[in-house]
């Protein structure tokens, strides 16, 4: 069973920084792709950054270098530091792994539960 331990959301102040973390277990093939994902009420999750297993990273636009996203394979984890926090970035943030099935012939996405981020002074 996949699982997911998502931390470093909080409240933070306007041109803060933090990170979050999520590291999955119960994975029993390979992590294809991990990203983060955000979500505000009444909004649609919208994509934040992600990074394949050879190192590959995209970012959506809205991050604007302020945002970095790196893997550990050998811990099964993926963090998001993000610099210059500003309030249009309060959300809950999403972990998502892109995981190989276990006959090799498709990938499944799975989810974190999620960790709120809120910028407030």
């Known amino acids: 069973q996949v699982q997911f331990v998502e931390s470093g959301g909080g409240l933070v102040q306007p041109g803060g920084s933090l990170r979050l973390s999520c590291v999955v277990s119960g994975v029993s093939t390979s992590i294809y792709l991990m990203s983060w994902y955000r979500q505000v009420p009444g909004s649609e999750r919208e994509f934040v950054a992600g990074?394949?297993?050879?190192?590959?990273?995209r970012y959506a636009d809205f991050t604007k270098g302020r945002f970095l996203i790196f893997r550990d394979d050998a811990k099964k984890s993926v963090s998001l530091q993000v610099h210059s926090l500003e309030p249009e970035d309060t959300a809950v943030y999403y972990c998502?792994?892109?995981?190989?099935?276990?006959?090799?012939?498709?990938?499944?996405?799975?989810w974190g539960q999620g960790t709120q981020v809120t910028v407030s002074s």
């Open positions: 990074v394949t297993d050879i190192g590959v990273t």
């Open positions: 998502e792994a892109t995981i190989k099935s276990t006959d090799g012939g498709s990938y499944k996405d799975y």
